[in-house]
């Protein structure tokens, strides 16, 4: 997008209402939208009713003439230090899709849901003007390339130096494989209650239970949600995809139920693990963890989002 994080969140574009973000949607695309009202909000809005009428890489291509069309009209050069912006627009894009996962797939929306999911989008963290610099370091987020071509974030907020990684390396022990960080989790792993009404655990052995764990519903909304997320995207890359050899304990009776998974994951550019703690009151699953930890690395980055 251009640049939003020097844009403040500005009043015009807290209505949510269908009139409401038509008007302002109309009035960029005509590039007759007061400059002052491209505001942070404002590009939100804009990429997401973008996002509920197209597929996400059409949105993008869009997105991409449009907001260059719309800076020209309103003075703003679209140049190497102004103006459009690939890595925030596309950023911004995959972030909204993660933010607004519970409403399914938004161009499946009815037009009646869609102040609901609007009003969601800018009650979440992503209205915070600085909410990209949690994975980009202001140095890389600001660069010439990025404004020109799409980078993934190198990491929480920081770029790793090449001298310490390399001191790391030599003065160091290897981290612990998969196994060695997780085995205390995968002791207890297969214990599974499969008919309801009965509480324990099933003592089996892991690969005869996968097929049972991979389609209960923690699993599933919780790779679902990995899979989607910005965060995850940028440091495993994509695809990402979950390997079979997990950790987990899940206990069902009567409509309630805990969960507690660890399940690595792969993607194109590294590995991890994403770790769950869930509860069921009947009503539905309520996740208090929800954290993926890069391979080789102590940090854990927090994916909970209000509408898992």
């Not at 007759?32 to 997401?48: F, N, T, Y």
């Not at 995968?186 to 097929?211: R, S």
Request: hydrophobic content about 40%; proline content about 7%; glycine content about 10%.
């Amino acid at each position: 997008m251009a640049d939003p994080l020097a844009h403040s969140p500005g009043a015009e574009a807290s209505d949510t209402t269908a009139e409401a973000v038509e008007e302002l949607v109309q009035g960029f695309l005509r590039g007759d939208l007061p400059r002052a009202r491209w505001s942070h909000r404002a590009h939100l809005l804009v990429g997401l009713w973008h996002l509920q009428r197209y597929p996400a890489d059409q949105a993008l291509g869009l997105l991409r003439q449009r907001i260059r069309r719309y800076n020209t009209a309103v003075g703003v050069a679209n140049t190497n230090h102004s103006g459009y912006h690939e890595t925030l627009t596309r950023f911004y894009l995959e972030a909204i899709q993660a933010e607004l996962s519970g409403f399914g797939v938004l161009q499946a929306l009815a037009p009646s849901q869609r102040p609901a999911a609007a009003a969601a989008l800018l009650a979440s963290p992503l209205a915070e003007v600085n909410f990209p610099l949690r994975v980009y370091s202001r140095q890389r987020l600001y660069s010439v390339a990025a404004r020109r071509q799409w980078l993934p974030a190198e990491g929480a907020g920081h770029q790793p130096d090449p001298r310490r990684c390399q001191s790391d390396a030599m003065d160091s022990k290897p981290p612990p494989n998969w196994w060695g960080r997780n085995w205390r989790w995968v002791v207890p792993a297969g214990c599974l209650t499969a008919v309801a009404g009965v509480v324990g655990f099933i003592a089996l052995i892991v690969g005869a239970v996968v097929g049972l764990l991979q389609s209960a519903t923690p699993y599933r909304q919780a790779l679902a949600q990995a899979q989607a997320d910005p965060v995850v995207i940028s440091r495993l890359g994509r695809p990402i995809s979950a390997g079979w050899l997990m950790a987990a304990s899940l206990n069902r009776s009567a409509g309630t139920g805990q969960a507690r998974l660890a399940i690595p994951l792969q993607g194109s550019r590294g590995r991890g693990t994403l770790f769950v703690e869930a509860r069921q009151n009947g009503r539905g699953w309520t996740y208090s963890t929800l954290t993926l930890q890069p391979d080789g690395s102590g940090e854990r980055l927090n994916l909970l989002r209000p509408t898992l």
